[in-house]
């Protein structure tokens, strides 16, 4: 009797380890938890206009040529715009995971442009769960038009502006992206007494993937202390495009009212309207080079 | 005396079965596309792995995202575009050593094998049987094996414009370094 118990036991042990675990079972839980970071929130740097919490991975290159053709509303004899062209270059550069960095140049009042984009947090979920990526962006201006009056003093600091950018952004599922972005415009030198030197403006953007590769992008910026100017007449920016994506390259067609392609000129000194036709057609080529 | 050994015996098979299993959390596995325009090239250094020498079953559990590639740009495309890692995440292998007998896992030395079973990429299964060696060294086991994928065989699209980029059949390497499952 205590044989037949001993052996019982036994047996009782001996099925139990071999009613073993499935091997994938044995995986499963021993897999440590990873951060998951979120990745290609945005396909591009920029939204449409504006600048997205994307950035530059470290050693990458990306050479932008934007262009903005004339308003829509301009009729046949300019070609619907397409006979002007505004552009902007642009060599933007990955410096460390953190931080990227770009120079640029735009026919828009001969502006000479320098930016850093810094990465503050960044969506993940897995071990660590962060809901929104946040970027923060701070850019100077430097316009090199003639002066408008050169026989009065003129100061090289007349031609300085800066912005200084929020850039929150949640990459609500695999198609859909928001962000907003509140943002501060400071211009040294404003056309008169009437315009204010400080804007305080809020954008909001987003994106739909269509297709693996094609996505729908809007972007609106909202100033808040529009109502102060006096001196013309502006409106918020508005632009809506597509995003097309091939191996190397980053095609964003945009319908704009804004001919300006950095934030000092779209916010703030957007004279065109959407209502009245002031629509500008333009296109944003980003191709990216890795240098290391 | 005698329930005595009896548990004795019973204790050594549990333990003895333990040992059969060998895991590796970070084992490699790379693959490599060659066409005349370019080479792609990924590493990961983070398998997971389980292999039971009793039975000869072998299972694989892959991060897509662990995957390196010498450019970002690349590796958001191979995420994003064609494996898209966020809807499936993982790939896994579950096979079985077909010519188990050819393996003595208690003397040192080099054990050529097969392996069959099913592959899951990009949430497509497939049966596939590869070729791989198992070395078998003192307090380990290390396997190694090459193989080739086809990426439609998994429902990866890749679009015409760099249809020229990507090659037809992409050569996978696996190189595993197991260590005994530790018995708790």
């Known amino acids: 009797m205590k044989h037949l118990l001993g052996t019982f036991l036994c047996l009782l042990i001996f099925t139990s380890t071999l009613a073993q675990k499935d091997l994938m079972d044995i995986l499963d839980d021993t897999t440590t938890q990873e951060i998951n970071y979120t990745t290609a929130t945005f396909k591009s740097t920029r939204v449409m206009n504006g600048h997205s919490i994307e950035k530059m991975p470290p050693g990458q290159l990306d050479f ?11 009729g046949p004899y300019e070609f619907f715009g397409l006979d002007q062209s505004s552009i902007h270059f642009g060599l933007e550069y990955g410096i460390l995971k953190w931080l990227m960095a770009g120079i640029g140049r735009g026919t828009y ?41 050169p026989d009065r003093t003129n100061y090289f600091s007349s031609r300085l502006s800066y912005v200084q950018q929020l850039l929150i952004a949640r990459k609500v599922n695999q198609s859909f992206s928001v962000q907003i972005a509140p943002t501060f415009v400071h211009r040294n030198n404003v056309a008169t007494e009437f315009d204010p030197n400080d804007l305080y403006a809020i954008g909001a953007g987003g994106r739909m993937k269509l297709t693996r590769r ?72 980003s191709r990216v080079f890795t240098l290391k | 005396m005698k329930r005595v050994t009896v548990i004795l015996l019973c204790l050594g098979l549990v333990l003895t079965a333990n040992a059969q299993k060998y895991m590796t959390r970070n084992g490699y596995i790379g693959f490599f596309s060659g066409t005349p325009i370019e080479d792609i090239k990924a ?46 995440p993982k790939s896994t292998f579950k096979g079985k050593i077909t010519n188990l007998a050819a393996v003595d896992f208690s003397k040192p ?76």
């Not at chain 1, 930016?115 to 316009?143: H, Y």
């Not at chain 2, 030395?109 to 299964?125: C, F, K, S």
């Not at chain 2, 094996?145 to 998994?154: G, H, L, M, Q, R």
């Open chain 1, 109 to 149: 009042e001969k502006t000479y442009d320098g930016f850093c984009k810094f990465t503050i947090l960044r969506q993940s979920s897995g071990a660590r769960l962060i809901p929104v990526s946040v970027s923060a962006l701070s850019s100077v201006a430097i316009t090199s038009v003639k002066w408008s009056d």
């Open chain 1, 64 to 74: 932008r040529i934007s262009h903005r053709f004339g308003t829509l509303n301009s």
């Open chain 2, 43 to 88: 590493d990961n250094n983070q398998v997971a792995s389980v292999i039971d020498i009793s039975t000869g079953e072998i299972v694989f559990q892959v991060l897509i995202k662990s995957f390196k590639f010498a450019k970002a740009l690349m590796e958001e495309h191979f995420n994003e575009n064609y494996l898209e890692s966020e809807k499936f």
């Open chain 1, 214 to 285: 094609i996505s729908f992008n809007a972007e609106y910026y909202y100033t808040v202390n529009r109502g102060s100017y006096m001196s013309q007449t502006v409106y918020d920016p508005l632009s809506v495009g597509f995003d097309i994506e091939t191996g190397g390259h980053v095609f964003q067609l945009i319908f704009t009212n804004s001919l300006a392609m950095i934030e000092k000129g779209f916010i703030g000194e957007t004279t065109g309207s959407w209502t009245k036709g002031d629509i500008h057609f333009g296109f944003n080529i």
């Open chain 2, 109 to 184: 030395g080099q054990y050529e094998v097969i392996v069959e079973g099913d592959l899951n990429i990009h949430d497509v299964t497939n049966k596939v049987s590869v070729m791989g060696s198992i070395e078998v060294i003192p307090g380990g086991i290390n396997a190694n094996s090459k193989f080739n994928v086809v990426p439609e065989d998994y429902k990866i699209k890749i679009p015409a414009i760099v249809r020229e980029n990507i090659a037809k059949i992409i050569e996978v390497t696996v190189a595993i370094r197991y260590s005994p499952v530790d018995n708790k």
